[in-house]
């Protein structure tokens, strides 16, 4: 969870009053979570994660869904200052696990063919799956992907083993970028 104050706003447009407000210091708290995307995508009916760019809406939406602090003025998620927009974005991209993957050639192709759209429903299928339990729903959505990633390795170990074929070509891969690094021929 994320624990951000956000200072006085002086001189903020109201769109539907057309008026300029102030807007008092609020410290909000946020969770970027599985119920924060499920939220997000019930009002606007498409994935939140995908390669799309989200328009400043659509962010400043999200960042409403991830509030957990009640009694927010909602004029609040349009009118952050940059540098807790930043904060937040930073937040929203930490891992959040210690876990690293190291992918071989075959996996990483599979990845980007894959044309299944990711939405909370089917993290949620992800989850019962594999018979993770319902309150991590709240965790750090990134951490909940890497659950749900290790648990897909571990159920399909046999398949993920690497051939002579893919073992021999990491090698290459790996002596040319140490090559290169290095700066040697051999």
């Known amino acids: ?6 200072p006085t706003q002086h001189s903020v447009w109201n769109e539907t009053k057309e008026i300029f407000q102030e807007i008092p210091a609020v410290n909000l708290c946020l969770e970027h979570s599985l119920v924060s995307i499920s939220k ?14 989200k328009t400043k809406e659509e962010m400043f939406d999200y960042i409403r869904c991830m509030n957990m602090t009640q009694n927010v003025d909602p004029s609040i998620f349009s009118a952050l200052p940059s ?8 937040y929203i991209n930490e891992t959040y ?4 993957f190291y992918e071989t050639i075959n996996q990483g192709q599979q990845a980007t063919q894959s044309s299944t759209k990711i939405t909370s429903e089917l993290i949620y299928y992800w989850m019962i799956s594999f018979q993770i339990p319902f309150e991590c729903q709240k965790w750090h959505l990134n951490r909940l992907l890497t659950l749900i990633k290790i648990c897909n390795i571990n159920a399909n170990h046999e ?3 690497m051939s002579q074929k893919d073992i021999l070509a990491r090698n290459q891969k790996l002596n040319a970028e140490r090559r290169l690094k290095y700066h040697s021929a051999g």
């Open 83 to 90: 540098d807790a927009y930043k904060t937040i974005i930073d």
């Open 159 to 161: 398949n993920n083993k």
């Open 40 to 53: 997000w995508e019930a009002k606007w009916c498409k994935p939140f994660i995908s390669k799309e760019d």
């Open 97 to 100: 696990t210690a876990t690293t």
């Open 1 to 6: 969870m994320l624990e951000i104050c956000i």
